[in-house]
């Protein structure tokens, strides 16, 4: 019997799937719009710090949302886009900025 055992363990088709294709979940945008009270720091801050940013990038997209009005500053899985853009109006509301920032 452990032979026959051995076989079966050892063999391409031990009746394990080899599909190896899945479906990647879909992906959203994080996007920041720009306000007259929340401050630049404040931004390029959240960005550095909850969005993973190199500071010079988070400049970047600070200054694309004050001159343009918006800017996607990222495109994750619904569940970090969730998760990143509520930790976001919490740290805003925490610190008495209106900073809007949806999910799309």
């Known amino acids: 019997m452990s032979d026959l055992f051995n076989q079966t363990q050892n063999t391409p ?5 080899e599909d190896t ?8 945008r994080v996007v920041f719009y720009n306000d007259d009270y929340t401050t630049m720091d404040f931004v390029v801050d959240v960005l550095v710090s909850i969005f993973n940013k190199s500071h010079d990038e988070a400049e970047l997209i600070m200054q694309t949302v004050h ?3 918006s800017a996607v500053v990222g495109i994750y899985t619904y ?4 998760s990143r853009t509520n930790l976001t109006k919490a740290i805003a509301k925490k610190n008495g900025f209106p900073l809007r920032v949806e999910i799309e």
């Open 79 to 82: 569940d970090i886009a969730v």
């Open 13 to 17: 088709s031990s009746g394990i799937a």
């Open 67 to 69: 001159q343009k009005g």
């Open 21 to 28: 294709s899945f479906e990647l979940p879909p992906e959203k």
